[in-house]
């Protein structure tokens, strides 16, 4: 169902999502306070940006009825290397230079010029072309596409360069997200199309992976994608989350997840224990483990001295059995045990309780299921509204331990 909107556009991208799914908080920085650092593009960024210009130029002449030779292609890209590069794109990984990458570059373009030469398929009929697809209730999706071309019988290819490390399955590229959405926006565009094809090349391999998506599987991405665009909307929290990709996150330097972390970096590892961060958080590891043991040990115990205490009680026909300042009542006697939640009768049971009409009479409300539907679960708007009347916003500080992530 389409919903009436009356209200501006709210203009989303796949980049958008995609940060959103990755790091709530990096979203925030980027696109909500827009927070601006003094920090380069990683140079795998910068690769990619480069490359991306030497093919769309290639393309460009190809428009133009010339075809450029590969030397042409990689002074081309020599010359942009050297005057985009400055000493702020950023290398993050260890045992690289910029001329690992400005060769790793190179190797791209010869390995895909070797492979499309004379570069005459299809007609192209756009390069970085941008496109903007209405995705119904107010949402609006843009992109651009590395290179738009049409091909006899109304077939259109969407193709797409990937100058990264990975290379999907089959599979993997069948579900690709950002292709799907691209895929809707062509048909969009292109009603007619008998075809819409989805060339992912993925430069280093010399592969390219062909997709296509099925009408129903573009019906069910654009409603996924609208769920997504509602979930960012009523996001209120933005909790960091960290993974390998903070590495090249823009925002480490003022991400309250690296705060610490970057103090550490800067003393010595000797003086890590006298930090007061660091013993603070190692005293509360200390205890909650000594609280697990002792807690463990003294379960132990329990199960013992209460075992030992019903023996002594049946022995005599006790019903209370008298402390110094307390006194145990010792009670043998039978209990239900119904299907708990992970028991295969469990369904059955329920369904009994509906049938026999005492469901509302057992049922208790899950409040944490509650707060999931209202946070998470696909609500009307005025539903939401009526729950969230009823609740109120508690200050919280939650503290979890887990193991130390590996030095970044
Ligand atoms: S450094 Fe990591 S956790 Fe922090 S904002 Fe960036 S991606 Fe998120």
Redesign the pocket.
């Known amino acids: 169902m389409t919903l009436r909107h009356n209200g501006p556009m709210a203009r989303y991208s796949y980049s958008r999502l995609e940060t959103y799914a ?5 979203y925030k ?1 980027q696109y909500l306070d827009r927070v601006k650092v003094d920090v380069g593009p990683s140079v795998e960024a910068f690769l990619g940006s480069r490359v991306h210009d030497a093919l769309e130029w290639l393309y460009g002449q190809v428009q133009l009825g010339l075809v450029p030779t590969l030397d042409e292609v990689l002074a081309r890209y020599g010359e942009a290397w050297d005057a985009e590069w400055t000493d702020r794109v950023r290398i993050v990984r260890q045992g690289v230079t910029a001329d690992t990458y400005r060769r790793l570059g190179e190797k791209c373009l010869r390995l895909y010029f070797r492979r499309h030469a004379p570069f005459a398929e299809g007609l192209v009929l756009g390069l970085e072309e941008p496109f903007s697809l209405d995705l119904g209730e107010g949402i609006e999706l843009t992109g651009y596409i590395d290179r738009l071309t049409k091909h006899d019988g109304d077939v259109y290819e969407v193709h797409d360069y990937k100058t990264s490390g990975n290379l999907p399955t089959p599979e993997e590229a069948a579900r690709d997200v950002q292709a799907g959405l691209y895929a809707l926006a062509v048909r969009a565009r292109f009603p007619h199309a008998r075809e819409v094809r989805l060339v992912w090349h993925y430069l280093r391999f010399d592969e390219r992976l062909v997709t296509s998506r099925s009408e129903v599987e573009l019906a069910e991405l654009r409603a996924d994608t609208v769920r997504r665009v509602r979930e960012v909307e009523r996001a209120t929290e933005f909790p ?4 390998a ?2 590495a090249w ?4 330097g003022i ?4 705060g610490h972390r970057l103090v550490l970096a800067e003393l010595p590892p000797s003086r890590h224990r006298g930090e007061p961060g660091v013993a603070l958080v190692d005293r509360l590891a200390a205890l909650k483990r000594e609280l697990r043991e002792t807690s463990a040990r003294l379960e132990g115990e329990i199960a013992v001295v209460e075992e030992a205490l019903v023996a002594y009680a049946r022995e005599h026909g006790f019903a209370v059995v008298v402390g110094t300042e307390v006194e145990a009542t010792v009670v043998d006697d039978e209990v239900l045990a119904l299907p708990g939640s992970g028991d295969p009768e469990r369904v059955e049971l329920e369904d009994r309780l509906r049938r026999l009409g005492l469901w509302e009479a057992c049922a208790t409300v899950s409040l944490d299921k509650v707060k999931k539907l209202v946070r998470d679960g696909d609500l009307p708007e005025a539903a939401r509204a009526e729950i969230l009347a009823l609740a109120r916003v508690e200050p919280r500080v939650t503290i979890r331990l887990r193991r130390r992530r590996p030095a970044e």
Request: proline share 15%.
């Open positions: 990755s790091c709530p908080l990096k920085f960091p989350q960290e993974s990709l903070c996150c823009e925002y480490f991400c309250p997840a690296k």
